[in-house]
C-alpha cells in the first residue's frame, strides 16, 4: 500500500473517520465482536497529484471492503475483501 500518505482512521461510537492522502473522510459503520462492516464513505473535496489521487481512491476502495479487525497492542489491523494483506494502523501519540 501507499506508506508514506500518512493516513490515519479513529473508530468511535459506531462512526470511523481519519485523512486519506488527500481529504478527510467518515462514515457509520457497525462493529459486532470482531467483525465490522462500514457504510458509504464520504470525503471532503480537496484535491492533489495524480499520485495521491491514486493512493486516496485506492485506500478508500479496499477499506469500504473491511469485514474484521483486531487490536495488538498499539496496532488496529484491518482485514478486507479487496486485498489479501490487512490494513495496517500504529498507535500516534498526540
Not at 28 to 56: F, L, P, Q, V, Y
Not at 68 to 93: A, G, W
Amino acid at each position: 500500500m501507499h506508506t508514506a500518505m500518512n493516513i490515519t482512521i479513529s473508530i468511535d461510537d459506531n462512526k470511523i473517520y481519519g485523512k486519506s492522502a488527500i481529504n478527510d473522510y467518515w462514515a457509520n459503520c457497525k462493529i459486532d465482536g470482531e467483525g465490522i462492516s462500514i457504510d458509504m464513505i464520504r470525503t471532503t473535496r480537496k484535491t492533489d497529484n495524480a499520485e495521491k489521487r491514486r493512493a486516496e481512491g485506492d485506500y478508500l476502495s479496499i477499506l469500504q471492503t473491511a469485514y474484521s479487525f483486531k487490536i495488538e497492542r498499539n496496532k488496529l489491523i484491518i482485514y478486507t475483501r479487496f486485498i489479501d494483506e490487512p490494513l495496517v494502523y500504529e498507535e500516534i501519540e498526540d
